[in-house]
């Protein structure tokens, strides 16, 4: 619509407030709007042409953009980088070479094709529409919500509350789809009444698989490396920074690098809630330039909620969603950019409770394949966050049993768990980080999901990744070692709060399903604020 196109959309104004440019290719017109992380020349301005008919979109960054340059000093960003390589070797060899967060759009205007690719394991979202056989796509999704004036779709509801997101590719919202991690979508639209759409992995996780001999200093060199190039364009290096290993190793490797860091953190004044002394201790003698960021109301900051729900889109499913909106609202105020330690748990097993639960599978041993679906099956219904009718649940169960234990039969129990937890759970997590970075203009990058990391976790053999520690079932072992040989025993080995919120304080006697109680009823306020 060339009407529409004219003006801004202010969910993508907060994803890109430095530049804006608008435009038609052939038949599609588009708006782009570009976050600035260094600088706010026009370097990286897209769209960019691969060719005469190929015009390339891009929304992420690629680390090792240097690395894959062969074309000298010419190269100002990794947007023209990317467009080069894929001009030259092709699709295929170029998502197979790029290490990196991405979404990426390629219109080609003679074969009438377009194709939406998204990283594995979906860090960058990438939504589209094709209702009514027009093509509408964007980071956003409340900007198809509303070019569409559509409706949530109440199937899905049952799917957001047992993952805490809808799986892809699939929305909470009727006719808006995302594409899948790993994946690209081609739309095809010669035919402008009937579109045709094929879908292909570049990414899959049953291939990656190994069982390599796990060794320390080559983690050890791998997440540094990844730490350092997610951090390269970071004028004041910054992470977010907990009491746990995962936030602990990225501080550990950026502070040794660069001599200094800027961290942010949240905390309440019930100190149950907090880990600003546990951070204050670890970190004393080291240069960092701390951030602590009370949460005074938690979620009954009115205001703010409605804004943020209005941005993403969907229900608030924990507590502390609203606490990072408030620490990245400080960070916006010294960088746009920050890095945080989501995917070390998936990667190296570090729910322990879950971890034991899956070994205990594997020592069934003699037991017949039912019995062992059965515990597969007693697995999901104790991770379904949300307390939804027992039909819903059985509905979701159903499929995904057999197909984890197919994973299982293949693979094992430890190559299961990352299955699941790289392909269902950490979507929510994804889209946690997302969306509450976003909504406020700041590009948090993840080092433990960079694709050197993740297929290293994926190919090496993690024995006995979780185990009783000082009577206590510690899960991360991998990671716990590699901790403890750079920062220290007790570092590695002390128990993590894990980001709680007093949301649910003082709630559990009054309900005791307090949980279900309080996710229920940010539920009815997403559909009554939207």
């Known amino acids: 619509n060339k009407l529409k196109a004219n003006f801004k959309i202010p969910n993508l104004v907060r994803r890109g407030p430095d530049q804006f440019t608008k435009g038609q290719l052939g038949d599609f017109f588009f708006q782009f709007y570009r976050l600035a992380m260094v600088s706010k020349k026009k370097f990286g301005i897209q769209p960019i042409d691969i060719d005469k008919y190929r015009t390339l979109f891009f929304n992420g960054e690629i680390y090792n953009y240097k690395q894959l340059n062969e074309w000298g000093p010419k190269i100002n960003s990794d947007t023209e980088l ?49 209702y009514k056989n027009q093509i509408i796509i964007s980071s956003d999704i409340m900007s198809i919500v509303k070019d569409l004036k559509t409706k949530i779709n109440k199937k899905h509801i049952p799917e957001n509350y047992f993952f805490r997101s809808v799986i892809p590719p699939n929305t909470i919202w009727e006719n808006i789809y995302q594409v899948e991690q790993g994946c690209i979508l081609s739309i095809n639209y010669k035919n402008k009444k009937k579109l045709k759409i094929k879908k292909s992995k570049f990414f899959n996780i049953e291939k990656e698989f190994e069982n390599n001999k796990f060794k320390i200093n080559e983690l050890d060199e791998i997440l540094k490396n990844s730490v350092l190039t997610h951090s390269s364009s970071i004028y004041n290096p910054s992470t977010l920074l907990s009491s746990g290993i995962d936030s602990g190793l990225i501080a550990y490797y950026t502070n ?23 951070i204050l201790k670890d970190w004393k003698n080291k240069k960092i330039n701390y951030n602590f960021i009370l949460d005074k109301k938690s979620i009954s900051e009115k205001n703010l909620l409605n804004k943020y729900i209005h941005f993403k889109g969907s229900p608030i499913t924990i507590g502390n ?26 990667l190296f097993l570090g729910y322990d409770r879950i971890a034991y639960f899956f070994r205990n599978i594997s020592k069934l041993g003699k037991f017949s394949d039912k019995e062992k679906i059965k515990q597969i099956e ?29 994973v299982y039969k293949i693979y ?34 993840v080092p433990f999901l960079s694709q ?6 994926i190919k090496t053999n993690l024995i006995k990744p979780v185990n009783i520690v000082k009577n206590k079932l510690t899960g991360k072992l991998h990671l716990r070692k590699l901790a403890k040989y750079k920062i220290g025993y007790k570092f590695a080995y002390r128990p993590k709060i894990g980001f709680p919120h007093p949301v649910y304080s003082g709630l559990s006697k009054t309900f005791p399903n307090y949980k279900n109680s309080w996710l229920f009823d940010q539920y009815m306020n997403f559909t009554k604020i939207i």
Request: charged share 25%; proline share 1%; glycine share 4%.
């Open 82 to 130: 990317l467009s080069l390589y894929i001009a030259k070797y092709g699709l295929a060899k170029t998502l197979q070479n790029i290490d990196g967060m991405y979404a990426i759009v390629i219109l080609n205007k003679m074969k009438k094709n377009i194709k939406l690719i998204r990283d594995f394991p979906g860090i960058k979202p990438l939504y589209y529409s094709t």
């Open 321 to 346: 969603e609203i606490s990072l909106v408030k620490v990245f609202r400080k960070v916006k105020k010294k960088t746009s950019l920050i890095l945080s330690g989501e995917g070390a748990d998936e």
């Open 378 to 406: 007693k697995f999901l219904l104790n991770y379904c966050y949300f307390c939804i009718k027992q039909n819903q649940i059985n509905k979701i169960i159903k499929k995904l049993k057999m197909e984890l234990f197919k």
């Open 256 to 278: 040794e690098h660069y001599g200094k860091l800027v961290s942010y953190s949240a905390f309440f004044r019930n100190k149950n809630f907090s880990e600003k002394s546990e």
């Open 452 to 457: 050197k990391v993740i297929r290293y976790a």
């Open 412 to 445: 094992g129990w430890q190559k299961t768990y990352q299955y699941f937890f790289l392909k269902y759970h950490i979507l929510s997590l994804l889209d946690r980080l997302d969306k509450t970075s976003m909504f406020n203009s700041v590009e948090a990058r």
